[in-house]
């Protein structure tokens, strides 16, 4: 999996060159020039294409925001409220659920009005705070399931030592460090596709403000925003994948070697979700950016429209099942779950 994430990183910055603009690119004298008529607005096109069913996506991704929004928001108040969740990978989960409400929050809002009331447009700095919480939100997960695996990693193959290594101190470090990161890199992503002169098209052929439907708009040189994301996904895709790999392969190393039957399903259990939530982020990342691409007009736009849906499911879907899974697949969270609905009277 780490070689394809990899390869998808490559098809990324390829995808990057390609969004090259057909202007000539400027020279630095005419940058000033152009920034004296900064473009006020973006047009998301989304699914303008297709009328008859963007009241269908409207009422489906309202339902999905639903259940972001109180499947998040109960794992977030079970973790604070319960204390048998005041651990190391609640905390994580917390922290994660947390993340996933702000992301789909940054943008969900605005792509129902625009389905619903076929308002498109969304002003230069409304799509700056979109694009910036984007990078920062998953930038942030990736790291956060890293933590996570290596915390699995911890409490699996050295249980003497997970009191010491995973200490409070140190996983909010870990937690403190994930959102700094992930917001740094948002800054820096966001301010150097900003700063570019944006000439002539303002519609942007998507749902949100993604960052590379976003340079194609540009008709300026990209080659630092081209720089500086291949080293933010080699940063904040690979390694973190890397830490996972090499965490699981030692997990199920000391799993293999248990004598009890009862031992190694438990240990199975506790990182099954967990390693379900991975699959699905880095899964729809990879089939995002390391399909190929049409060469026909029509094909072209049939995949344009796949692109848009796929990005819709890594944005909203993926949000709304890490609660369903880890609510699912944890008799912990169920319990704490259950007693928040139906608390039980003291006598």
């Given at each position: 999996?780490?070689v394809?994430?990899?390869?998808?990183v490559?098809?990324?910055?390829?995808?990057?060159?390609?969004?090259?603009?057909?202007?000539?690119?400027l020279?630095?004298?005419?940058?000033?020039?152009i920034n004296?008529?900064?473009?006020?607005?973006?047009?998301?096109?989304?699914?303008?294409?297709?009328?008859?069913i963007?009241?269908?996506?409207?009422?489906?991704?309202?339902?999905?925001?639903?259940v972001?929004?109180?499947?998040?928001?109960v794992?977030?108040?079970?973790?604070?409220?319960?204390?048998?969740?005041?651990?190391?990978m609640?905390f994580f989960?917390?922290?994660?659920?947390?993340?996933d409400?702000?992301?789909?929050?940054s943008?969900?809002?605005?792509?129902?009005?625009?389905?619903?009331s076929?308002?498109r447009?969304i002003?230069?700095?409304?799509?700056?705070?979109?694009?910036?919480?984007?990078?920062?939100?998953?930038?942030?997960?990736c790291?956060l399931?890293?933590?996570?695996?290596?915390?699995?990693?911890?409490a699996?193959?050295n249980?003497?030592?997970y009191?010491?290594?995973?200490?409070?101190v140190?996983?909010v470090?870990?937690?403190s460090?994930?959102?700094?990161?992930?917001?740094?890199?948002s800054?820096?992503?966001?301010?150097?596709?900003?700063r570019?002169?944006?000439c002539?098209?303002?519609i942007?052929n998507?749902?949100?403000?993604?960052?590379?439907?976003v340079?194609?708009?540009a008709?300026?040189?990209?080659?630092?925003?081209?720089?500086?994301?291949v080293?933010?996904?080699m940063?904040?895709?690979?390694?973190?994948l890397?830490?996972?790999?090499?965490?699981y392969?030692?997990?199920?190393y000391t799993?293999?070697?248990?004598?009890?039957a009862t031992g190694?399903?438990?240990?199975?259990?506790?990182?099954?979700?967990?390693?379900?939530v991975?699959i699905?982020?880095?899964?729809?990342?990879?089939?995002m950016?390391?399909?190929?691409?049409?060469?026909?007009?029509?094909?072209?736009?049939?995949?344009q429209?796949?692109?848009?849906?796929?990005?819709?499911?890594y944005?909203v879907?993926?949000?709304?099942?890490?609660?369903?899974?880890?609510s699912?697949?944890?008799?912990?969270?169920?319990?704490?779950?259950?007693?928040?609905l139906n608390?039980?009277p003291?006598h």
């Amino acid at each position: 999996m780490i070689v394809q994430v990899i390869c998808t990183v490559c098809f990324l910055a390829v995808n990057i060159f390609s969004v090259r603009s057909s202007f000539d690119f400027l020279k630095v004298d005419d940058i000033d020039e152009i920034n004296q008529t900064l473009l006020s607005e973006f047009i998301l096109q989304g699914l303008s294409g297709y009328p008859k069913i963007e009241i269908v996506y409207f009422a489906l991704i309202l339902v999905m925001y639903l259940v972001i929004l109180i499947g998040n928001g109960v794992l977030i108040i079970a973790s604070i409220f319960d204390s048998h969740l005041h651990t190391p990978m609640y905390f994580f989960l917390g922290n994660l659920s947390f993340l996933d409400i702000c992301y789909t929050s940054s943008s969900v809002p605005s792509t129902l009005v625009s389905l619903i009331s076929k308002k498109r447009n969304i002003s230069f700095s409304g799509c700056a705070v979109q694009m910036f919480f984007g990078f920062a939100m998953g930038s942030t997960e990736c790291l956060l399931l890293g933590m996570m695996a290596f915390d699995r990693y911890v409490a699996i193959c050295n249980p003497l030592r997970y009191p010491i290594v995973m200490s409070k101190v140190a996983y909010v470090l870990m937690a403190s460090v994930s959102w700094l990161s992930g917001g740094i890199n948002s800054v820096v992503q966001t301010s150097l596709a900003m700063r570019l002169p944006f000439c002539g098209n303002k519609i942007i052929n998507h749902f949100t403000c993604e960052i590379l439907a976003v340079l194609k708009l540009a008709c300026a040189d990209i080659s630092l925003n081209i720089i500086t994301m291949v080293i933010s996904n080699m940063a904040f895709l690979v390694l973190p994948l890397m830490v996972i790999f090499f965490s699981y392969m030692l997990i199920l190393y000391t799993i293999l070697k248990m004598n009890s039957a009862t031992g190694r399903r438990k240990a199975f259990s506790t990182c099954s979700a967990h390693l379900t939530v991975v699959i699905i982020f880095y899964g729809t990342i990879i089939f995002m950016y390391a399909k190929p691409k049409s060469q026909d007009l029509i094909g072209e736009e049939k995949l344009q429209a796949s692109d848009k849906l796929i990005s819709l499911f890594y944005g909203v879907v993926t949000p709304m099942l890490n609660p369903v899974i880890y609510s699912l697949r944890n008799k912990d969270v169920k319990a704490a779950i259950k007693y928040l609905l139906n608390p039980k009277p003291i006598h």
